[in-house]
């Protein structure tokens, strides 16, 4: 049995002015796997609905399937690692199965939580990042893993720099990647795979929200028709 907690900085659902909500219903993606990570989504069914007052929520919008959201800048949310990649990570796969989501947490108090090597922030961060198109993503990918339409790559505009970029990390899998379109948030990505090679991170891979908008309304609206 799961809750959510909406509304809060905190990822400590114990300590918060969030609205903690059971979860009555959790519909994975018919193909999701976990090895090679592939149509990592799914839709939690809330037993009754956020209440939303557009100070601590607010409604973010479904992307178009029309709009390929390459080489746009758009900013990520979670509470995962704020540090570095430590020498002991070289050419390491970093996974995390965590849920974590704006404003919106698992039950549970996940600060302290250590996955990897990585400790979690105890507040809510978010960050500016670049979506690079696809043959970008490729590139910086090849040959570890070749992006297909349901996946896209985003990172720290300096990602090509001497330097640890700013960009989501272990623990921050499940949250949103989103941009502001035609002056409303829309959600364009879910953050899926991070990869770290020789030291550095690549650009986090992400679930496309596009290519997935069919499915979640056939969920949401009964009788709809793609």
Sequence with gaps: M??????????NYNNSEGQ?????????????KSSPTSHDIAILILEREIE??????????????????GDVNAKAAGWGSTRGIPPYEKNRRITTSTTISPAVSIDGDLSGSDFGYAMTSHTL????LTIFNTTECNEWHHPTRKLDKYLMCAGASNMTEDVDPGDTRSGDSGGPLFMKQNGKWVIVGITSITYAVDYRLLPTLYTRV????????????????C
């Design 52 to 69: 939303i007052n557009n100070l601590t929520t607010e409604v973010i919008s479904l992307p178009s399937k029309e709009h390929l959201y």
């Design 125 to 128: 961060k978010a960050t500016n």
């Design 2 to 11: 799961y809750n959510i907690l909406a509304g809060s900085q905190s990822n």
């Design 210 to 225: 596009s290519e997935y908008v069919c499915w979640i309304q056939i969920h949401l609206h009964e009788g709809w028709i």
């Design 20 to 32: 903690l909500i059971r979860v009555q219903k959790i519909i994975t993606h018919p193909h999701y």
